[in-house]
Nanobody, 123 residues
Framework: QVQLVESGGGLVQAGGSLRLSCLAS????????MGWFRQAPGKEREFIAA????????QYADLVKGRFTISRVNAKNTVYLQMNSLKPEDTAIYYC????????????????WGQGTQVTVSS
């Protein structure tokens, strides 16, 4: 079973950037589609971005299109989320997840999850 560990979260001012990383272990990384989700206080977890096994196909939630970019380096067992033009409403715990199959944006398809990393955007 793949294990996922996120890093790169922190405190940033509005308009700033962060890059999240998610390192996978104990599995064949390129067997999995990878996604990023987030959960803000008092809200349900929501889909942010995902990519196919080779990374050629990506999908984004409308609220982050043009600001966030998902990418992966299979040789490093790592998926990234580059976040630019951050807004206070982007404040949340960000989770990476792995899916063996299924449409990219559906949370139910992701069977493996990291512990999350906190992103806080100040105004």
């Amino acid at each position: 079973q793949v294990q996922l560990v996120e890093s790169g979260g922190g405190l940033v001012q509005a308009g700033g950037s962060l890059r999240l990383s998610c390192l996978a272990s104990r599995g064949t990384f390129n067997n999995y589609m990878m996604g990023w989700f987030r959960q803000a206080p008092g809200k349900e977890r929501e889909f942010i971005a995902a990519c196919s096994r080779a990374g050629y196909t990506t999908q984004y939630a409308d609220l982050v299109k043009g600001r966030f970019t998902i990418s992966r380096v299979n040789a490093k067992n790592t998926v990234y989320l580059q976040m630019n033009s951050l807004k206070p409403e982007d404040t949340a715990i960000y989770y990476c997840a792995a899916a063996s199959s299924g449409p990219l944006p559906y949370e139910k398809n992701y069977g493996y999850w990291g512990q999350g990393t906190q992103v806080t955007v100040s105004s």
